[in-house]
């Protein structure tokens, strides 16, 4: 380092890919010190992903490219990291102090992830160690952990009344932007020549090839009024761009959720309720974190399911001769992205329709949608189950078929995706449905008491 400043303060993105309306960062910049960015390409969760042109890593990694270039603007640089977390931390720390330069301290946004509370734990005695504060700020959430409960102080566990006391708790304060940007400066970002540059690792170092994102497949950060305004009547229409798809941008925090907020209590009411929903599946991960992964309610861990993994190969492939189910398989396969109503068929499809176990479901989501997120896509799987805490009841089974005729009569959007169909090569049904919605029910009716 050259004439380095001697204490310093560190923003460590995790969730908030962005130096815009960013609480963490703001409190960094709070501290009166100089102020560093940093980022760590997790090691602990790369090494979980089995696909080397994984969409999401090549996402992220263009985003910091994005982040970095702005920086440079203000004269810094982006603090880069590959490896476990704690060898990481540890590594900068020794190299700081060898440079004498004193970490005041770290500022992270709060993650509410069951591997993201243990990594912190450890993190926050490493610090501790250091006499480094680690300071946890509430950013990508409008309400986290117990601050919207029922009047014992217990979690909700049921949508609606806690919609309504949500609604009924926010102050403008709630989603009032940060100032974060308008701090940015030379004077208060640490400048490149004041730092040994850990440069952004390529993707191929990291074990990953980069992947083309077509843009209409990654959508813009900018929210659309237009869209907000007609949301509540297209939002369940596949063929239409009836949605924000701002899904992504609020997965890995390139756009804030405060902003999201903001424009949503302008413009819709319905899609400010399915932020509701947002916040509410990340406070039951927080509480419940064995529902990431098990039966919100214990008694469906009972069910016998078929699991047939022929089955369960032609829904993952969209051959499963049932078309928008099939139309909607294929669109996350070639995009990362499937719409949130088909999401819901095809997931009730698996669960009831094939009697296959709602985890297997979960984790080829989870492989493969960008906007992927464990609180919702835990959450939704288990709504379409049946086993979650705010359930679709397990004798409620989504007739794809009517679905179809509902919601993309003119068959659009499965003409887009399976365009073979209507002609002699499209699959027969694998299953019958009057026969396999009988099944599902007995199924499930032979272990669970009727709610």
């Known amino acids: 380092m050259k004439n380095p400043a ?38 602990d969760i790369l090494d979980k992903l089995d696909n080397p042109e994984d969409r999401r890593v090549t996402f992220i990694h263009r985003e910091l490219q994005k982040l970095q270039h702005q920086l440079e603007g203000f004269g810094s ?45 450890s993190l926050a005695s490493l610090f501790d160690e250091h006499g480094i504060a680690f300071k946890g700020i509430k950013d990508h959430v409008i ?8 009047d014992d102080g217990l979690p909700y566990t049921v949508f609606t009344p806690y919609s309504k006391k949500w609604r009924k708790t926010l102050t403008e304060g709630h989603y009032a932007k940060a100032e974060s940007l308008e701090w940015c400066s030379s004077k208060t970002l640490v400048q490149r020549n004041e730092v040994n ?4 690792p390529s993707l191929e170092s990291m074990g990953f090839r980069q992947v083309d994102l077509v843009d209409q497949w990654v959508p813009s950060k900018k ?10 009547e297209k939002r369940d229409f596949p063929s239409v761009a009836g949605t924000s798809r701002l899904s992504l941008h609020l997965r890995f925090g390139t756009v804030s959720i405060r902003e999201a907020l903001r424009s949503g209590l302008r413009h819709s009411e319905k899609w400010t309720t399915e932020l509701i929903w947002r916040d509410f599946y990340q406070t039951i991960l927080y509480h419940f974190p064995h529902s990431a992964t098990d039966s919100f309610r214990p008694a469906y861990d009972a069910i016998p399911w ?122 027969e049904p694998i299953v019958d449905h009057a026969t396999a919605r009988l099944r599902a029910i007995d199924t499930y009716k032979s272990v669970l008491k009727p709610t």
């Not at 460590?12 to 100089?34: H, T, V």
């Not at 640089?77 to 476990?84: A, E, F, N, S």
């Open 306 to 427: 078929d699991n047939n993994e022929a089955h369960f190969a032609a829904w993952c492939e969209g051959r499963t001769g049932y078309p928008l189910v099939d139309a909607g398989m294929r669109e996350l396969l070639a995009t990362g992205f499937m719409h949130n109503r088909v999401r819901m068929v095809v997931a009730s499809f698996l669960c009831k329709h094939l009697l296959t176990d709602w985890r297997w479901g979960e984790r080829f989501f989870a492989r493969h949608l960008l906007d992927f997120d464990l609180a919702s896509n835990a959450g939704g799987w288990q709504w379409a189950a049946g086993s979650g805490c705010d359930a679709a009841p397990y004798f409620r089974v989504f007739n794809p078929s009517a679905q179809l005729a509902k919601f993309d009569k003119d068959e659009a959007y499965v003409k887009r995706w399976v365009p073979e169909f209507g002609t002699a090569r499209y699959p």
């Open 223 to 232: 929210i659309q009024p237009q869209t907000l305004h007609s949301y509540g």
């Open 77 to 121: 640089t982006l603090h880069v990291g590959y490896g476990k977390p704690e060898v990481v931390w540890n590594q900068w720390i020794r190299d700081f102090q060898l440079a004498g330069v004193q970490i005041d301290s770290v500022h992270v946004g709060r993650d509410y992830e069951p591997y993201a509370q243990a990594r912190d734990r």
């Open 197 to 200: 540059t850990t440069e952004l």
């Open 143 to 150: 309400f986290e952990k117990s601050e919207v409960t029922k």
């Open 6 to 43: 001697s204490t310093i303060a560190i923003h460590w993105i995790r969730r908030d890919i962005r130096i815009e309306d960013n609480r963490s960062l703001l409190s960094a910049f709070q501290q009166d010190k100089p102020v560093l960015i940093a980022f760590i390409f997790d090691q």
